[in-house]
């Protein structure tokens, strides 16, 4: 009697799914890898003297919202940390403002010493580029804020 097929068979099948047994734990390192690696960038102070103010109100908008535009004693401007000429103000935040569908709230911080010609020629440039949402930034009195409680 002849044995058909030689008697042998294969003890294991090669599976034809993914194992997922690991994909969780993969998953897992990427996520700390990247929330370890990535950078958020932080707005740099300038050192300015804030001008006081008798009253504020807080802006309740997200962060990526507000355009911080810090202008110093001798006009200076600096846009996202990078200074720029006067000139340029309005082509620079055109279109910024223009992409975020008008929802761009430009916050002005400037010195208390600042000329005010240098301001005027920034709000000529604001109003050049389209901006009608336009804060000034500034530090509420102590006393006020004593005087409140």
């Keep these: 009697m002849a ?3 030689g ?33 958020f960038q932080a707005d740099r102070d300038r050192p300015i003297e804030w001008p006081e103010a008798e009253a504020a109100e807080k802006i309740d908008e997200k962060q990526k919202n507000i355009l911080n535009i810090w202008m110093e004693r001798d006009g ?30 430009i916050s002005i911080r400037g010195d208390r010493e600042v000329p005010y010609r240098y301001m005027d020629l920034l709000q000529q440039e604001l109003v050049a580029a389209g901006v009608v949402r336009v804060v000034f930034a500034a530090q509420l009195e102590q006393s006020m804020q004593r005087e409140r409680r």
């Design 76 to 105: 200076t401007i600096f846009i996202n940390d990078q200074p720029y000429p006067m000139e340029d103000v309005s082509q620079i935040v055109a279109p910024l403002y223009a992409d975020s569908e008008r929802a761009l709230v």
């Design 7 to 39: 008697g042998f068979e294969k003890s294991s099948k090669a599976s034809s799914e993914v194992p997922s047994s690991s994909l969780a734990d993969i998953a897992f390192l990427l996520l700390i890898f990247f929330m370890v690696t990535t950078v």
């Design 3 to 5: 044995i058909k097929g």
